[in-house]
């Protein structure tokens, strides 16, 4: 919320008032006549206590919505200040009927934001989108997959915690305000039960020509619908925004039409003006004491929260019964197996080596590998010379005879043995020599253009380790949506297979995991030893793949949830200190 703060304090400047901005406590510039201006549910979750004094000459500059569990926390974070002020009409309705005094600031056109000027310009960037991360915008957003398909998007989802740094799913500043000059549409969604629009996001897009395609929202203002912005049904906001993207002259008008009502129309002088009138009514005393002040700026302040939920469909296994005797003696079997038995092998030299060779195990929970290889036939076909090798490990029943699909795999391994997926991806990686792997598992299927898009970032970036795309599991989830933490990979497995990796990557891992406790967790266990071990890794940010949701057949998980967590507990404790 800098840059909000930022054109408030541009706002106030113009009217005469003495401005200073500071990324910081309040305790580090207490003197006898500042008063102070914050964003109270961010300010107070990574701030120590500070003296009362202090937040009695404090504004709260609110910028959640009614129907959100922030509006809430703001709320009460706001309640230990002097002042008020809210963004949105409804907030400040939705206040005063709980006897709150608060004061409406109206945003407005910031010279600041403005990346685009008005001008005619090329936009190679069709579809953006720019909101943290929950369950009913992350189902949203897999329900477009289709209708984004082949189109250039970027689609940022952050989780919903306060930032403290640059990261590559949240932008602040000019580089966000670039990218909105770079777009077409912006698609606006609303986050929990609320239903007011989203006037940041909503006026940045506009000063930058970027068209707003929003769901039905309460407190437009002066904004006409049609006219200024188009509005749809959440569920048709895609196949909207695709329709518009293709009319080039009506998307340029609206964009003209915006801009200038924001301009010509929308100041944020009155509410600056407002601002400084609500702050010269609150005390301008100073600190309680020196030693308040000095024990608030020594004060530990704890990591900042992580997101409560964040897109996946995964958990961590919880302890559960053991049935360790008998799970042993099967786990020492498989692992007999899987020593002594190798698979049948079949497959072609390729006349032309593979640059990306795509290793899919179809196991019995697995779906059609049919989907797969008509989608990697079709990624093949677009990808402009580039040569793609399918090598696939098959657990079937022993003796079936060969298809004439399946006699075309550069490599076919078929065994009747549960050898585990780790080790049967590491057999097809012994067999291959391209540059790239991509990880499938039948049933997933490549969107248009994903695997080209992948290919161009590592081309772009010859030192990147890894690259992947978000994918949709099911009709509406969203995975592969947030970047790789350490700190958030140790508490949950958010991140899966879809991911193209450099081969000198994967043999410098020492491959995948062949440890039987792992094998529900196997791409969990490759993204959290990249990480430690220092692996560059990149999301490309749009939906790519279809992930096939597989059958729900027991596995080690069920039946010794201890030793499962055991094992992801003591993933890469040797670079713990990485």
């Not at 569990?69 to 200040?81: G, N, P, V, Y």
Request: with cysteine.
């Amino acid at each position: 919320m800098g840059e909000l703060l930022a054109a408030a304090a541009s706002a106030v400047a113009a009217q005469g008032v003495s401005v200073a901005e500071h990324d910081g406590y309040l305790s580090e510039i207490a003197d006898t006549c500042t008063h102070f201006v914050i964003v109270p549910h961010e300010y107070f979750a990574v701030s120590p206590p500070e003296p009362p004094s202090l937040y009695a000459r404090t504004v709260g500059f609110g910028v959640e919505h009614p129907g959100t569990t922030t509006f809430e926390s703001s709320t009460i974070a706001a309640a230990k200040l002097g002042g008020q002020v809210e963004i949105s009409e409804q907030a400040v309705a939705e206040l005063r009927s709980r006897s709150r005094s608060v004061t409406h600031f109206q945003l407005g056109y910031n010279q600041a934001w403005d990346c685009w000027g008005g001008l005619p310009v090329e936009r190679d960037i069709d579809v953006v989108y720019l909101g943290t991360a929950d369950r009913r915008r992350c189902g949203l957003l897999a329900s477009y997959a289709e209708d984004l398909a082949g189109l250039r998007t970027e689609l940022l989802l952050p989780p919903h915690e306060p930032m403290v740094t640059d990261r590559p799913d949240f932008l602040r500043g000019e580089a966000k305000w670039t990218l909105l000059a770079r777009s077409k549409v912006i698609l606006n969604l609303h986050r929990e039960e609320k239903t007011a629009f989203e006037w940041v996001r909503g006026l940045e897009a506009m000063i930058n020509g970027c068209v707003v395609v929003t769901e039905p929202s309460t407190d437009f203002g002066p904004l006409v619908p049609g006219e200024h912005l188009l509005v749809a049904p959440a569920e048709r906001l895609a196949t909207l925004a695709r329709a518009v993207i293709n009319a080039e002259d009506q998307r340029a008008g609206i964009a003209e039409r915006a801009y200038n009502l924001v301009v010509t129309s929308l100041s944020m002088a009155a509410s600056a003006r407002r601002l400084v009138e609500l702050a010269r009514t609150l005390p301008t005393s100073g600190p309680s004491s020196r030693s308040e002040v000095a024990r608030a700026r020594r004060a530990a302040t704890a990591p900042p929260p992580m997101a409560v939920w964040i897109p996946t469909s995964g958990a961590m296994p919880v302890a559960g019964p053991r049935t360790e005797a008998r799970l042993g003696r099967q786990l020492a079997l498989l692992r007999t197996l899987a020593d002594q038995k190798m698979p049948e092998r079949h497959g072609h030299l390729a006349s032309v080596p593979a640059q990306v060779d795509v290793l899919c195990v179809d196991a019995p929970s697995d779906g059609s590998m049919g989907v797969t290889r008509r989608s990697i036939a079709d990624a093949a076909a677009e990808g402009d010379g580039v040569s793609i090798g399918l090598r696939v490990a098959s657990v079937s029943a022993a003796g079936e005879p060969l298809s004439a699909i399946e006699a075309d795999y550069l490599t076919h391994l078929r065994t009747n043995l549960p050898l585990g997926r780790g080790r049967l991806r590491n057999l097809l990686m012994s067999d291959s020599d391209a540059e790239f792997v991509f990880v499938l598992d039948a049933g997933d299927c490549l969107l248009s253009g994903a695997l080209a898009r992948l290919l161009a970032r590592m081309a772009l970036e010859p030192d990147l380790d890894v690259v992947y795309c978000m994918a949709t599991h099911g009709s509406q989830e969203l995975e592969n949506a947030l970047i790789p933490e350490v700190r958030r990979l140790r508490e949950r497995p958010y991140l899966t297979r879809g991911y193209l990796a450099r081969r000198r990557w994967l043999q410098a891992l020492g491959g995948f995991s062949e440890n039987p406790y792992l094998e529900d967790y196997l791409d969990h266990d490759f993204w959290l030893r990249t990480m430690l071990q220092g692996g560059r890794v990149a999301l490309e940010r749009g939906i790519g793949i279809r992930l096939h949701r597989r059958h729900q057949l027991p596995t080690v998980t069920d039946f010794d949830a201890v030793s499962v967590r055991r094992a992801i507990d003591e993933i890469g404790m040797s670079n713990h200190s990485l």
